[in-house]
């Protein structure tokens, strides 16, 4: 039998879009989405001990220490909004998270991945246009979702920078370790028929008309 509670979990390349993806499904399925890369984005600007931290690996592009981010996760999880099932945004992201998520969920919820498949070239391109507000955190795109008025943030009036881990060098090391960390969920989607796998090299429109064409075709 369905169980009736769904988990989607994005995954895919730094830059694939699954942020935005997650957002827009979270809109339309009235299911909260948490992405682990704002929560700790979010430490760091209430300059929190954990956000300080956890600062250190993420301006390198590596992943943050497991202790740190399940811990979050786990607080996250266990608001009251997320009985009702959740989308997640770059978390699990080995293992160790995959395992620590599947215990916190102890079997009661259907789980889906969803991952959205973007070449290196691709994701190098999308990167490289990605502009951040510092204070309030903002996404802006310089081609896809240009700001209003250049460099300068829409929501705040802040002046927009480069994410630090969105540097070429650290694009590059944060590629080749989604590939290993992208492994143990693969693995773990196939073996229990819960993948659905997206071309990420569409228009925004098009990725999410696919996505919800899957989820209706797999889940209702
Ligand atoms: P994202 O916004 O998902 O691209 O994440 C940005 C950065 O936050 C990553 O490069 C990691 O340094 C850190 N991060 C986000 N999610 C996790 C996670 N599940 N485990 C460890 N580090 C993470």
Known sequence: MKKSKQVFIFFG???SGKGTQSDMLSVKLGLPAVSTGELLRNEQRLKTKLGKDAARYMKQGKLAPDKIVEALMDKRLLKRD????????GYPRNQSQLDDLLRLLKDRYDIWLIEVRVQDKEVINRLSGRRICPKCGANFHLVYNPPKKIGICNVCGSKLTTREDDKLATVR???SRYKDTAEPLLIYAKKHKKLMSINGEQSIAKVQKDILA???KLID
């Open 173 to 175: 090391g944060r590629l």
């Open 82 to 89: 997320m009985a009702k099932g959740f989308i997640l945004d």
């Open 214 to 216: 899957k989820i209706t």
């Open 13 to 15: 390349p730094p830059g």
